[in-house]
């Protein structure tokens, strides 16, 4: 019985191999822009309660601090 060409991998031809490392390089950058932008949408959101508050609201929250201004 032959054997088939030892892989330097071990396991897939350099074929299978480099796809595997392509697929897993679109999905490490996938999920990187998916937490980018929950990132950028929870920041969203939270200037838009800011915008809701009361003057009362925000003083409450930032305090009386005269470098915000």
């Not at 897939?12 to 490392?21: E, R």
């Not at 999905?27 to 915008?51: D, S």
Request: net charge positive.
């Amino acid at each position: 019985m032959a054997k088939k060409d030892e892989q330097p991998n071990g396991l897939f031809n350099d074929d299978v191999f480099s796809k595997l490392k392509a697929t897993k390089k679109a999905l490490e950058a996938e999920e990187q822009l998916k937490r980018e932008e929950e990132e950028a949408k929870r920041i969203f959101e939270r200037k838009q309660r800011e915008k809701n508050m009361s003057f009362a609201e925000l003083l409450e929250k930032h305090g009386d601090k005269g470098n915000k201004f």
